[in-house]
């Protein structure tokens, strides 16, 4: 039994149990398998009825998710399936004409021009061609964006030690952000490589269902990451900058906006603030990542041009401010509404929502703190 016991213990991070006891936490014990006897049932195996059993004290936290247990984490990952995959899917038709102004300029000369075009070359359902490896793939990128980073910023934290983890949490939160995005990216590129080529070649495919065989046929399984590389160099300095401004906007909204703490303050008034951190960091993310985003336009839109070319065109200012107002609007309000969804699928499930001032280690998980 103790064989048993200490193998289900090896495949945990040391901050999922207490190695003082085996019943010191009943969340633990009902996730690990362990049978969690009665306070009675305990007395009666110790012959001494008056004594006190522990687990009685806190009976009233037996239907909610331990934090930093494995069911947090599934929580956090189901909730950054439903924030990513519905909002990518939703921006479907954008992303597409997007896509089809980069590979073919002279027919997609702009947004609006580009939806006319679609609109009379494939009708309604044209706009949301690629639905499907949309919906995957960024399902899959955010289970993994949003589940490695709780996880990694907690590995980070315990690893940094309280105190420099509370005076470098900034530097914990982009650490945490690039090591789940890494993680993201290979979930999704695959479904990326299939979506960008059933968008922007005609009669390759009609989705995932017949583009993924024709795709491996062609290129091989090795083709559909030839694009990774890519791919983090454009997600995750955008990632980072996503993560951390955002936990550091949502505390300064409760330190210097809000009169009252945050577990004092309602549920939907928590969830707003996370759309309004959510909607600023988008801002943030955009500005950083748009001269990138008019660079990739510039150099698909003229055959052998350079960077050099790009920056003497459109000028470093231009790089920076052309188109600028519709993309803010844009990543804004795709990354407000991540967080917002995100947050409220933790609260339906009885989680707090990110960010903010977190509660002190001993009244979150008194038995695993002491062990920590």
């Known amino acids: 039994m103790e064989m048993a016991e200490g193998s289900r213990r090896s495949l945990l991070p040391s901050f999922l149990y207490s190695p003082s006891s085996a019943s010191c936490n009943p969340a633990i014990d009902r996730i690990l398998g362990r049978s969690l006897p009665s306070p009675a049932a305990a007395a009666e195996a110790n012959g001494a009825s008056a004594a006190p059993f522990v687990v009685a004290q806190a009976p009233k936290e037996s239907g909610k998710i331990e934090m930093y247990s494995p069911a947090f984490y599934a929580a956090c990952t189901a909730g950054g399936i439903a924030s990513c995959g519905l909002t990518h899917t939703a921006v479907t038709p954008l992303d597409l004409v997007k896509c089809n102004m980069q590979i073919d300029p002279a027919k997609y000369k702009s947004i609006s021009s580009g939806?006319?075009?679609?609109?009379?070359?494939?009708?309604?359902?044209?706009?949301?061609?690629?639905?499907?490896?949309?919906?995957?793939?960024?399902?899959?990128?955010?289970?993994?964006?949003?589940?490695?980073?709780?996880?990694?910023?907690?590995?980070?934290?315990?690893?940094?030690?309280?105190?420099?983890?509370?005076?470098?949490?900034?530097?914990?939160?982009?650490?945490?952000?690039?090591?789940?995005?890494?993680?993201?990216?290979?979930?999704?590129?695959?479904?990326?490589?299939?979506?960008?080529?059933?968008?922007?070649?005609?009669?390759?495919?009609?989705?995932?269902?017949?583009?993924?065989?024709?795709?491996?046929?062609?290129?091989?399984?090795?083709?559909?990451?030839?694009?990774?590389?890519?791919?983090?160099?454009?997600?995750?300095?955008?990632?980072?900058?996503?993560?951390?401004?955002?936990?550091?906007?949502?505390?300064?909204?409760?330190?210097?906006?809000?009169?009252?703490?945050?577990?004092?303050?309602?549920?939907?008034?928590?969830?707003?603030?996370?759309?309004?951190?959510?909607?600023?960091?988008?801002?943030?993310?955009?500005?950083?990542?748009?001269?990138?985003?008019?660079?990739?336009?510039?150099?698909?839109?003229?055959?052998?041009?350079?960077?050099?070319?790009a920056v003497q065109k459109l000028g470093v200012w231009g790089l920076f401010t052309r188109g600028l107002p519709l993309r803010i609007v844009m990543i804004g309000t795709l990354t407000g509404a991540q967080w917002g969804i995100y947050d409220a699928f933790k609260v339906m499930v009885g989680l707090p929502t990110t960010g903010g001032v977190a509660p002190a280690p001993a009244a979150e998980v008194p038995k695993l703190g002491a062990a920590a």
Not at 165 to 183: C, D, F, N, P, Q
Not at 198 to 221: C, I, M, N, W, Y
Request: with cysteine.
């Open 115 to 309: 939806f006319g075009v679609l609109l009379k070359e494939q009708g309604a359902r044209g706009f949301f061609k690629g639905w499907v490896p949309t919906l995957l793939g960024y399902s899959a990128q955010g289970a993994c964006k949003f589940g490695f980073y709780e996880f990694f910023k907690k590995y980070y934290s315990d690893l940094a030690g309280p105190e420099f983890s509370s005076k470098y949490k900034t530097l914990i939160y982009l650490a945490g952000s690039a090591s789940a995005e890494v993680i993201a990216d290979i979930a999704l590129c695959p479904f990326e490589a299939v979506k960008v080529r059933v968008q922007t070649q005609p009669g390759f495919a009609r989705g995932l269902s017949d583009g993924l065989p024709k795709f491996v046929k062609s290129e091989g399984v090795g083709g559909l990451y030839k694009g990774i590389v890519p791919l983090w160099g454009r997600q995750i300095p955008y990632t980072m900058m996503k993560f951390a401004s955002f936990e550091t906007v949502v505390e300064m909204v409760y330190k210097y906006a809000i009169p009252v703490p945050k577990d004092q303050c309602s549920k939907p008034l928590q969830l707003g603030v996370s759309f309004a951190g959510g909607y600023i960091a988008g801002i943030f993310c955009a500005v950083v990542s748009h001269p990138a985003d008019n660079l990739v336009s510039f150099l698909n839109n003229a055959k052998g041009a350079t960077v050099g070319d």
